[in-house]
């Protein structure tokens, strides 16, 4: 288990990571999302004792890393897989890292095997394509049997083989009961192999939750509904869940309906004699959910707002920025962040929800 | 004690398993007997036109060595690059996640790069002394059992060693080839000449690390008076190569990897 408190990192006035709160469980694979430079090495940087923390703490296994006896015993880590000595051979390569801890040689020719670099092991890696570095970086990290896993963009530059190699081990590794904290900057990516989704952007926590409520709060094509009468809108939210439906109600008035059609919505309105006035198709991919998420740091800092990570998991379903704890008007607009994909509907919709 | 003899043992295998050593340890030694050599034939065969003085301090020990001003050069990029490899490749966070006990790290790997340069040097040392002085003919050369040519001739070694050694400190600080190259390798080829040159200057270049090492190979006392004797002149090399050393250690431990 990783778990950090209050982890902060400046550099000068600059803050990298600012007090991030987080534990990755043992058992699933815990990914850990964020744009380039949102923190993401930073954070693994410090978790691996090779950068110290300007505030808060974190612990890996219980411990702080630089006090664990032998850390590659419990903690492997693929930081950068190009960090290796072009010149040293693949075997040399691990062998020098295995002597460090005194893992014996046979562990290095074992996983060298498990990535699938045998017939290559005694080649200078200087020669290795990407996605051999990959492999190689991984094969590190598992050299000491380690029941933590820590893995720095693993799939980067990988082919569509490479990437679900690497999608299908870390599902391995977790299942073994492991701790796998593995980073990306592609929402896509993450949604077919993380357990767990730990966003950040611009070093702050943004999310902590399953992949699943991320994705069923954030990736579902929705329905929004604004009925004529204000006072309809709490009876139609009843029969629209009555029908099977998630309907969360939105700021503006509006509702956001889960789980039904259009025509559905439509019928069981007009059966209730419901007038609508707007109901309109929507649909949020998680890399705009994401995006939206990550880009809505900027403007939290600039409203000097709480903590984005106090807000509870399911205060990101509801169409405003994370945690919404901005004012109207004082955020990113609030019915607009989809991409403008549906200029349409919606003209005015907080004049009209007065 | 267990962990220093793994994290030596893991040094030996990064530096034996690159080429980068050997090419440098070999240009080292071979630039420095090869040129050494050179020179001393040279030196024969012009030995009669030099004027009275320079033959009345002419130095057949020390003029063997000659060749070490350029093979010093090699054993420098040794000390710079089997440290700053680490850095350039970004080997260094793996190697500290592995032991984050930052100076049991520093020591094992300065302590094994050390020991082959010590090899290395002492090797180079007899090898250029002996043909030197075979080229330089009976009439000329010094005999090794001659007063102060053995503490030449190792102390010839000790130097080498301990010029890669401060290369080895000083890149800990500076972590980038580049920039380790850029500095070293004028500062020793070129500057410390200049100011040793330089009669306004000179004085001060006594100090210098090279200039204050080379003394140890010199048998006939130089025209130029030191403050220091031979030995003197290596412990004034050997406090420059120990700051640079815990100039090295503080910069590891207090900054991010």
């Given at each position: 288990?990783?778990?950090?408190v209050?982890l902060t990192?400046?550099?000068?006035?600059?803050?990298?990571?600012?007090d991030?709160t987080f534990r990755?469980?043992?058992?699933?694979?815990?990914?850990?999302?964020?744009?380039?430079?949102?923190?993401k090495?930073?954070t693994?940087?410090?978790?691996?004792?090779?950068d110290?923390?300007?505030?808060?703490?974190?612990?890996?296994a219980?411990?702080?890393y630089?006090?664990?006896?032998?850390?590659?015993?419990?903690?492997?880590?693929?930081?950068?897989?190009?960090?290796k000595?072009?010149?040293?051979s693949?075997?040399?390569h691990?062998?020098?890292?295995?002597?460090?801890?005194?893992?014996?040689?046979?562990?290095?020719?074992?996983?060298?095997?498990v990535?699938?670099?045998?017939?290559?092991?005694?080649?200078?890696?200087?020669?290795?394509?990407?996605?051999?570095?990959?492999?190689?970086?991984?094969?590190?990290?598992?050299l000491?049997?380690?029941?933590?896993?820590?893995?720095?963009?693993?799939?980067?530059?990988?082919?569509?083989?490479g990437?679900r190699?690497?999608?299908?081990?870390?599902k391995?590794?977790?299942?073994?009961?492991?701790?796998?904290?593995?980073?990306s900057h592609?929402m896509?990516?993450m949604?077919?192999?993380?357990?767990h989704?730990?966003?950040?952007?611009?070093?702050r926590?943004m999310?902590?939750?399953?992949?699943q409520?991320?994705?069923?709060?954030?990736?579902?094509?929705?329905?929004?509904?604004?009925?004529?009468?204000v006072?309809?809108?709490?009876?139609l939210t009843?029969?629209?869940?009555?029908?099977?439906?998630q309907?969360?109600?939105?700021?503006?008035?509006?509702?956001?309906?889960?789980?039904?059609?259009l025509?559905?919505?439509?019928?069981?309105?007009?059966?209730?004699?419901?007038?609508?006035?707007?109901?309109?198709?929507?649909?949020?991919?998680?890399?705009?959910?994401?995006?939206?998420m990550t880009?809505?740091?900027?403007?939290?800092r600039?409203?000097?707002?709480?903590?984005?990570?106090d807000a509870?998991?399911?205060?990101y379903?509801?169409?405003?920025?994370?945690?919404?704890p901005l004012?109207?008007g004082?955020?990113?607009?609030?019915q607009?962040?989809?991409?403008?994909?549906?200029?349409?509907?919606?003209?005015?919709?907080q004049?009209?929800?007065? | 004690?267990a962990r220093?003899?793994?994290?030596?043992h893991?040094?030996?295998?990064k530096?034996r398993?690159v080429?980068?050593?050997?090419?440098?340890?070999?240009?080292?030694?071979?630039?420095?007997?090869?040129?050494g050599?050179?020179?001393?034939?040279?030196?024969?065969?012009?030995?009669?036109?030099?004027?009275?003085?320079?033959r009345?301090?002419?130095?057949a020990?020390?003029?063997?060595?000659?060749g070490?001003?350029?093979?010093?050069?090699?054993?420098?990029?040794?000390?710079?690059l089997v440290?700053?490899n680490?850095?350039?490749?970004?080997?260094i966070?793996?190697?500290?996640?592995?032991v984050?006990?930052?100076g049991?790290?520093?020591?094992?790997?300065?302590?094994?790069a050390?020991?082959?340069?010590?090899?290395?040097?002492?090797?180079t040392?007899?090898?250029?002394?002996f043909?030197?002085?075979?080229v330089?003919?009976?009439?000329?050369?010094?005999?090794?059992?001659?007063?102060?040519?053995?503490?030449?001739?190792?102390?010839?070694?000790?130097?080498?060693?301990?010029?890669?050694?401060?290369?080895?400190?000083?890149?800990?600080v500076?972590?980038?080839?580049?920039l380790?190259?850029?500095?070293?390798?004028?500062?020793?080829?070129?500057?410390?000449?200049i100011?040793?040159?330089?009669?306004a200057?000179?004085k001060l270049?006594?100090w210098?690390p090279?200039?204050?090492?080379?003394?140890?190979?010199?048998v006939?006392?130089?025209?130029?008076?030191?403050?220091?004797?031979p030995?003197g002149?290596?412990a004034?090399?050997?406090?420059?190569?120990?700051a640079?050393?815990l100039?090295?250690?503080?910069t590891?431990r207090?900054?991010d990897?």
């Amino acid at each position: 288990m990783i778990e950090a408190v209050g982890l902060t990192k400046s550099y000068g006035d600059k803050t990298a990571v600012h007090d991030l709160t987080f534990r990755v469980q043992p058992g699933k694979v815990t990914g850990f999302l964020g744009p380039n430079g949102a923190g993401k090495s930073t954070t693994m940087r410090m978790i691996l004792g090779l950068d110290q923390p300007t505030g808060g703490s974190v612990t890996v296994a219980g411990h702080p890393y630089r006090k664990l006896p032998n850390p590659p015993r419990t903690v492997g880590a693929l930081l950068d897989a190009g960090a290796k000595h072009g010149g040293r051979s693949a075997r040399n390569h691990l062998l020098s890292l295995a002597q460090l801890s005194g893992i014996p040689a046979s562990r290095v020719d074992q996983v060298l095997d498990v990535v699938g670099l045998t017939s290559v092991a005694r080649k200078r890696s200087g020669g290795f394509s990407l996605g051999m570095g990959q492999r190689l970086g991984i094969a590190a990290a598992l050299l000491g049997d380690p029941r933590v896993l820590l893995f720095d963009e693993p799939v980067n530059g990988l082919d569509p083989e490479g990437i679900r190699w690497v999608r299908d081990l870390m599902k391995r590794l977790a299942a073994e009961g492991r701790t796998v904290f593995v980073s990306s900057h592609l929402m896509s990516e993450m949604a077919l192999t993380a357990d767990h989704l730990i966003v950040i952007g611009r070093g702050r926590l943004m999310a902590d939750m399953p992949v699943q409520d991320f994705i069923v709060q954030n990736s579902t094509s929705f329905a929004r509904v604004r009925t004529a009468d204000v006072g309809q809108r709490d009876g139609l939210t009843s029969l629209l869940t009555g029908a099977g439906a998630q309907v969360f109600p939105e700021e503006s008035g509006t509702l956001k309906v889960v789980g039904l059609e259009l025509p559905q919505v439509s019928d069981i309105a007009f059966e209730a004699g419901v007038r609508l006035w707007e109901l309109s198709p929507h649909h949020a991919s998680l890399e705009e959910a994401y995006m939206r998420m990550t880009q809505g740091a900027v403007d939290f800092r600039a409203g000097g707002a709480q903590q984005p990570g106090d807000a509870p998991p399911g205060a990101y379903g509801t169409g405003g920025p994370p945690g919404s704890p901005l004012p109207p008007g004082a955020g990113p607009p609030q019915q607009q962040p989809y991409g403008g994909a549906q200029p349409q509907s919606f003209a005015q919709p907080q004049e009209n929800a007065r | 004690m267990a962990r220093n003899g793994r994290v030596l043992h893991s040094e030996w295998t990064k530096i034996r398993s690159v080429r980068s050593t050997v090419w440098t340890l070999a240009a080292a030694l071979v630039v420095t007997v090869g040129l050494g050599v050179l020179i001393c034939l040279l030196v024969r065969t012009t030995y009669d036109d030099l004027s009275p003085t320079d033959r009345a301090t002419f130095d057949a020990t020390m003029t063997s060595f000659a060749g070490m001003t350029l093979g010093q050069l090699a054993m420098i990029a040794f000390g710079i690059l089997v440290i700053s490899n680490e850095y350039s490749t970004g080997m260094i966070r793996a190697s500290l996640a592995a032991v984050p006990q930052r100076g049991t790290l520093m020591a094992a790997k300065v302590a094994v790069a050390t020991l082959l340069a010590l090899v290395v040097g002492m090797i180079t040392a007899f090898a250029a002394y002996f043909p030197g002085q075979a080229v330089l003919g009976s009439r000329l050369a010094s005999g090794i059992g001659d007063p102060g040519v053995l503490r030449a001739v190792v102390g010839a070694g000790l130097y080498m060693t301990l010029i890669a050694v401060f290369a080895m400190g000083v890149t800990w600080v500076l972590r980038s080839p580049m920039l380790a190259f850029g500095i070293l390798i004028p500062f020793f080829f070129m500057i410390s000449g200049i100011l040793s040159a330089v009669s306004a200057t000179r004085k001060l270049s006594y100090w210098l690390p090279d200039q204050a090492g080379s003394m140890i190979m010199s048998v006939v006392t130089p025209s130029q008076e030191r403050p220091y004797g031979p030995w003197g002149g290596m412990a004034v090399m050997a406090a420059w190569v120990v700051a640079a050393l815990l100039a090295g250690y503080l910069t590891l431990r207090r900054r991010d990897a």
